[in-house]
């Protein structure tokens, strides 16, 4: 089966929208020309079409896409310019301020100075500016002092007897034993359902609601409790259920 080598380009890119049908190229040339008017075209659409060209390639070209996010940064940049308000005319410059004439006149003949140099370093025939080499800076010389070991070893002692050693203190914070806090969530539920929040404590860390959210999902695994979240992000309660929980409690 014979394979097209070609790379893929936005001509290759099929459009139809509501008064056009072609290549995504001709249409960003249309809208530019103010043959297709921007304000009624469908930028989601163009997208989706897109995508759907790309979902159908079997290699995705970076370089298509890079071309596809140019073309519809100028389409949205040309919708928007069409859709927003224009900022009012301004007003017709009047004569320019006499410190503005004196500027344009100074920057004028600094141009004329310098043109001038260069015409007099062209006619000397210094066509060619050379860099100046920049010599390398003088090497470094280490100063050698001649010390007896024995000095260097008492100026050690005396640095080592100033410094006092604090001996480093690591402070882990205890472990939460899932096993431990399923057990603490069984004995809370033999009063009946209780929402999360109630059978973890109402100021435990996150530390404990981790541990406890774990031990949690064990319970549900196991088919000890069952957890009920009417909506999304809401509360959630636990429901024991008895055989479950008889089992479990003969099991301690």
Known sequence: M???ARPARLADCPITVEGFSGPLDLLLRLVEERRLPVTELSLVAVTDQFLAHLASLDDVPLELVADFTV??????????RALLPRPAEPEPAGEPEPDDLVRQLQLYQAF????????????????????PSVPP????????????????????????????????????PPVISLRVMARRLLSRLRGGARTFRELVGRRAD????????????LLIRRGTVQAEQPVPFGEITVVPRERH????????
């Open 206 to 217: 996150r530390r404990e609601l981790a541990a406890g959210f774990l031990a949690l999902l």
């Open 137 to 172: 800076p003088p090497p470094a010389r280490s100063k050698v002092v001649a010390l007896d070991p024995a000095v260097l070893l008492a100026a050690l002692r005396r640095w080592h007897r100033r410094v006092e050693p604090h001996p480093a203190t690591l402070r882990l």
């Open 71 to 80: 073309v519809a940064a100028r389409l949205v940049a040309l919708k928007a």
């Open 245 to 252: 929980l008889r089992e479990a409690a003969a099991d301690d």
């Open 112 to 131: 004329r100075d310098a043109a001038r140099e260069l015409r007099l370093r062209e006619q000397r025939g210094q066509r060619a500016y050379a860099r």
């Open 2 to 4: 014979p394979v097209d």
